[in-house]
């Protein structure tokens, strides 16, 4: 399985974007997806996820202003990122648990494919 995040970007607090998830390879059991961070010199945290029901889940400073969401016609996922603030600047990547289905977990260790990040800056 491979994870490859693209849509990171430098914009201005107030801004948006969209980050893109696409996954390639043996997929199918891919039902927990989600999407993490990391900050400058932090611990990458979970910041959403989505399972086979498609019910999204948020970490709270987020709710409100991110939303995830899944095409599972094109094997991708998406963050969309609204009213964005300097606090949100890190790395952010997509992961997927090949455990879990309906219910996902908010610990990094449960997931077993990572993509290879991308830089979301907010001034």
């Known amino acids: 399985v491979q994870l490859v995040e693209s849509g990171g970007a430098s914009v201005q607090a107030g801004e948006s974007l969209r980050l893109s998830c696409a996954a390639s390879?043996?997929?199918?059991?891919?039902?927990?997806q989600g999407w993490f961070c990391q900050g400058s010199g932090k611990e990458r945290v979970w910041v959403a996820g989505?399972?086979?029901?498609?019910?999204?889940s948020y970490e709270d400073s987020v709710k409100g202003r991110f939303t995830i969401s899944k095409d599972n016609a094109k094997n991708t996922l998406y963050l969309q990122m609204n009213s964005l603030i300097p606090e949100d600047t890190a790395m952010y990547y997509c992961?997927?648990?090949?455990?879990?289905?309906?219910?996902?977990?908010?610990?990094?260790?449960?997931?077993?494919?990572w993509g290879q990040g991308t830089q979301v800056t907010v001034s």
């Open positions: 992961a997927a648990d090949r455990d879990r289905a309906e219910t996902c977990s908010v610990d990094q260790r449960d997931y077993d494919y």
């Open positions: 390879g043996n997929i199918r059991t891919l039902d927990c």
């Open positions: 989505i399972g086979s029901l498609g019910t999204p």
